[in-house]
């Protein structure tokens, strides 16, 4: 697909041009600094029209990933801290009494965005964790007997901090299936790291300036990611390589007929959503990269990210020290490409 070229500041956006959405990616990866898989997921992951959860430490850029990428879409924003004490209305919104009319009147809640970062979701527990959960699957709320459509696009970002476990509620394996993918950063190399240095010492000069999507000449529109979208869908996919997505999902529920060790290391394996995951964000991927068709590399490069919370370990894996990401990383290198 020919790359176009980017509107004129002030000239009105073309709903058609999808490239809007590659333009922003290299935006952003000059704006959050060593992320770059980060960026690629989230990128999916709205592709995709599903959630993603987020592991690593503090100071990853987590945050400002995702402003970013709010900053450079037609979408607005919010972010929730996940506090123990947090209420499940405090998410959905609560339906307030009026005095003057004698009525009950519903005020939204921050899920009444087309953005949503859920920070440190593992601090609240489950009941507040299921209001969220329920609304990514439903792309709806219920209060007081109504129920309320969500926004169009919707995505939620939850983070995890892998460093404190005291005090926390991990997410059970039924509710992490309803995230699209899990995603594992780490720390960025010294060299990239001495370029956050930089940039954050210009952000700090030049506050008060122009900054963040201004850079941009437009904002990506919401017609151009749902363009983008229906190219995604259509993206040729060919029988064998679809055969390879679903032989790499049964792979995790009899992993012993690829490596006997594997079969006393899982309990459960992926769910049938995982199958619908992995094709999307196959696709997407393969989208991403200015490919007309899905390659198994493709499928390779989103499966660990797809799989990884889906394969649930047995007792004896954990004492062994074996986690999901070795059991899929074999497998990955077990399953023949069709």
Known sequence: MPESAAPAPGQEADPADTQALRRLRDHMQTRVLGQPELIDRMLIALLADGHLLVEGAPGLAKTTA?????????????????????????????????????????????????????DEINRAPAKVQSALLEAMAERQITVGGKTYPLADPFLVMATQNPIEQEGTYPLPEAQLDRFLLYVRIGYPPAEVERAILELARRREAQRGEQTGSESLPTRVTRAQLFAARDEVRQLHMAPAVEEYVLQLVLATRKPGVYAQELERWVTFGASPRATIALDRCSRAHAWLRGSDYVSPADVQSVALDVLRHRVLVSYEAEAEGVTSDQIVSTLLTQVPVV
């Open 66 to 118: 995702i402003k970013e990428l709010a900053a450079g879409l037609e979408a607005d924003f919010q972010r929730v801290q996940f506090t123990p004490d947090l209420l499940p209305g405090d998410l959905t919104g609560t339906e307030v009494f009026r005095p003057q009319s004698g009525e009950f009147v519903f005020q939204p809640g921050p899920l009444f965005h087309h953005l949503v970062l859920a």
